[in-house]
């Protein structure tokens, strides 16, 4: 969402806010405090736990494709990377599953401590495990907790909510799945030993549905098929997963032709604009299949004129600022159950608002309270985070959608997926915002909201993995009529005194698709009707896009990406004729129009200077701003540095 324009006085835009340092250097402290979790050197050797079975020092860009994985819980979805291989041997976890569980055990050693009759250390946490095994039974190992990036579009492929884990079959045999590399998972594949399930050498393992509600960029998610149902547990669970990022982005233009300018135009000349946010995810397990995902966020700075004068703004963080200020605020915090159906099984990696788990492959889930509907709906494995990804609103998502949210694009809802391993049904219904981009919720949940339904469809295409989603939607709110305000004052007329309950429909597209292991090329197609007021994104009532996402292991830099698109924005004729007369949109308004489709080309280049600190140049040029002809064309350079933890 657009800040306030009243934010945005010129006292406010001429200091810049002081917290990005700050908090950039905060975050730096505590990545290389954390037990050296961000090496320079390539991430190549073994993890507890893990025995490489073949050599992993290995030259860069080893033709083979036999580097190890990345540990990188948040790393960008992209293209794939050379595969590798590795033994992950898993037991029964010794440690607490859930938070009531974790009290339990802390009070029970803290009691046992106090008796003399529990040693310090870890011998304490493995007795609960022991006390359940028969007599002369061995003791099941400690085994560290998997991490890894996010699967196939994990702010990609949909939505939902992570399910069940199972406890493991004492004695019955292990069982090694092999399990392929996906374009967008972990750099390598990976082996993994899972004890208590019975021998079937047969059965394949491939990549399950994407991602889940709130799971941003989360853990990675591994089918695993031929199990007779839900008796073993392959990795270590734990009751929670803690992360954090922090974003700044800094944006400069060029002096671009601009014979006149209205109220709501980009300024011709105006200094660089940054922004900044920091974001902390927290996800404990209460009971089976139960979690608590809490998000709170700070965020602050500016956009161009106040984010103002394009469509598709150039800069996808400001959509969480508010006010100048750095402000803290909650972004997510909700309740999710996920219902398995039996059959197979997914591995979960714990990740950003997930804990690592297994889950079914077939499964409902249902979340409800504060979160984002981008989170659930409009995916795309090469194009959905603006925090490591494409930066323009009209690429990061579809900007012909006016999805519910507040001035920081989060929304109260309810959110339903229903996933099997070749399709995804996800529905929501959510609030929407009280005025246009306003910072509060309409209170009138039943007859004003936002609801999405949506399609995806997970297919090969040469062996190589390709997502097609349907998107339609529906908002009811108290929005104005470009038509009723123009026969009410064909000049200069203002939308906002035609307000009452009405509706925007419309529909979206998405596909991505890979071409190689390193290469993948996506696509968005948007449609709503232009009647009503735009409410809450962006003036886009049109859209087509096109892009493709270069991983840098194509010239030896595993954490690198380069990123291309371009990208066509249009508005309705009844719209056109609005803008045209003087009328104004909440952040486009020139005065007068002379109309031609928005088109936005973006390039983007992500160094990794580690596998968790970013820097990225990225160029823009946009021709016909705010759709205008007269005006433009606009070239923009920003500069990114995002870190994650």
Known sequence: MAPHASAFSREKAASQPRLAPLIAALLCCAVLVHGGAFPLARADEPTAGETATMPVRLPPCEPTGTTEQKQNPQAT?????????????????SGPTTFPQALRQYFKRLHARRNGDEPDGENGANNS???????????????PAVDGRKAAGAEGGGATISGNGQPASPGAAARTVSVPNEMGAERGGRSITIEGQPSNAAAPATAGPENELGAERGGRSITIEGQPGATGTGIDSSWFSAHAQVT????????FTSPYSGPNSLQRDEPHAVSETSTFYFATRLWQGGDFVFNPEIAGGQGFSGATGIAGF???????VGVVEPTPYFARMFMRQTIGFGGEQEVVEGGINDVAEYRDANRLTVAAGRFSMTDVFDDNKFSHDPRTQFLAWSLMYNGAWDYPADVRGY?????????????????????????????????????????????????????????????GYLNRANMGSYGEALAQMPVEPVVTQTRATRSKYGFGISW???????IGVFSRVGWNDGHNETWMFTPIDRLAEIGVLFDGNLWCRDNDQFGTAFNVNGISSVHRRYLAAGGLDYNLGDGKLNYGSEMILENFYSLGVTKNIFFTLDFQEDWNPAYNRDRGPVTIFQGRFHAEL
């Open 77 to 93: 979805p992209g293209p794939a990377q050379a595969q590798g291989s590795a033994t992950e041997k898993s037991s029964v976890p």
């Open 129 to 143: 495990a022991a006390e359940s095994q028969p007599a002369g039974a061995d003791k099941p190992e400690r085994t």
């Open 248 to 255: 700044v982005v800094d944006s400069v233009h060029n002096r």
């Open 314 to 320: 150039p800069n996808g963080e400001i959509t969480r």
């Open 411 to 471: 929304t109260d809802g309810i959110a339903a997926t229903f996933v099997t391993k070749e399709w995804e049904l996800h529905y929501a219904i959510s609030a929407v915002s009280s005025v246009a981009n306003g910072a509060s919720l309409d209170s009138k949940f039943l007859i004003h909201n936002g609801q999405a339904l949506e399609w995806t469809r997970h297919y090969k295409l040469a062996e190589r993995v390709g997502n097609f989603r349907v998107l």
């Open 512 to 518: 991505d698709q890979e071409l190689t292991k390193d």
